[in-house]
């Protein structure tokens, strides 16, 4: 026993989801999104994972530069792109592909004096209003990147869909069409995909697809599961109980004491917390499994420990494992009783969890 939480890191499962992703959008190039830690799995062993990857996708230079050093040898995108000059030198020097969403990352790039020409994304804003170079100004941009001797030619064309997890929304097919418009008969590869786009646009698919939750196996849409897809958790979030007791009825639990036993009620105190991230701000009653049989979470999740109600696991034992989230319960079940998303709860889980990889 070693009485403290670790993520089981399932590297069949992520080569399985790839290959969902590749089979639901089979005519595309497929660049894993791996940013923030490959969501909290481990950007290097997630990326050697998928080493059948086309290419390989970072927010931060940061991110690409430990995937290099770590000898993976995959084409890397910066979906933010460079901020700096020192930063394009490196973008070159490692041969990373660069995301342009901004004027000011253009500017940069007519400075650059390069013996090896970057592949350059161009990002057009089609409605998210976040990143990306205004619709008005696209044509201006396209035009001042192919006259940039630092930019590989053609220049290759994307954009990022708003609200594709909802397959009601009309923001998406609005989105899709503009981009169409604007791109059309522009030579260059084009991608707009992201795991939502993948699994309920296929008119978003185009050359290159962006997974990345659905790498991880969990749902990008809102209203369908991750099973249904045929995806598998990625991650199995454990630790063990640490200690066995009984509140007398009537005894209130952990700090605060939220939540009172209503009888006698036999508890277990399990290694886990928000330290590992485990949400503080999780419901009294969310489902953890204990030897894989669901009991309550009761109490405040505090920041090493949690508690949980034993009631209708009699047999339970100091060492035996308990699953937060990950097979066996998947993680948008949980998400939501910490009023979020399974892209916020894999994210978090913190630098003290130990990740196994199997
Ligand atoms: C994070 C990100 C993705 C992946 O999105 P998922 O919803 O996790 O599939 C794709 N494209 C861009 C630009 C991103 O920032």
Not at 209 to 227: E, N, T
Not at 235 to 261: C, D, F, H, P, S
Request: net charge neutral; hydrophobic share 45%.
């Amino acid at each position: 026993m070693r009485g403290a939480a670790r993520a089981v890191i399932d590297t069949h499962a992520l080569r399985h989801n790839f290959a969902r992703a590749r089979a639901a959008a089979p005519r595309s190039r497929i660049m894993a999104v791996v940013k923030a830690n490959a969501y909290g799995h481990g950007i290097v062993p997630v990326a050697r994972a998928l080493a059948v990857a086309d290419a390989l996708a970072v927010a931060r230079i940061e991110e690409g530069m430990r995937v290099r050093a770590a000898g993976i040898e995959n084409p890397i995108v910066l979906l933010e792109g460079v901020f700096n000059a020192e930063q394009l030198a490196l973008a070159a020097q490692q041969g990373f592909e660069i995301v342009v969403h901004s004027t000011g990352q253009l500017e940069l790039l007519k400075l650059q004096r390069t013996a090896q020409p970057l592949k350059v994304w161009l990002k057009v804003d089609t409605g998210m209003h976040r990143l990306g170079v205004d619709p008005d100004d696209f044509v201006a941009c396209l035009a001042a990147l192919r006259s940039c001797p630092a930019v590989a030619q053609p220049v290759r064309l994307m954009t990022h869909l708003a609200n594709a997890d909802d397959a009601s929304d009309p923001t998406s097919e609005a989105q899709i069409g503009l981009f169409e418009r604007l791109t059309n008969g522009i030579p260059g590869e084009r991608s707009i995909a992201n795991s939502a786009g993948i699994l309920a646009w296929p008119a978003s698919h185009a050359d290159w697809v962006r997974p990345g939750l659905m790498l991880y196996g969990a749902s990008p849409l809102r209203d369908a599961s991750a099973a249904g897809h045929g995806l598998e958790p990625a991650m199995t979030l454990a630790t063990e109980l640490i200690a066995i007791k009984t509140a007398r009825a009537g005894a209130r639990v952990g700090y605060g004491g939220i939540w009172q036993a209503r009888r006698d009620t036999l508890l277990g105190v399990a290694a886990v917390g928000y330290g590992d991230g485990y949400p503080r701000a999780i419901q009294n009653g969310t489902p953890v499994l204990v030897n894989g049989r669901k009991a309550p979470m009761v109490g405040r999740v505090s920041m090493d420990m949690i508690t949980i109600d034993l009631t209708d696991s009699p047999d339970a034992r100091v060492g035996d494992p308990v699953v937060l989230w990950g097979k066996g319960l998947p993680v948008d079940e949980i998400a939501p009783r910490a009023d979020t998303t399974a892209y916020e709860l894999l994210c978090n889980v913190s630098q003290r969890v130990e990740l196994e990889v199997i």
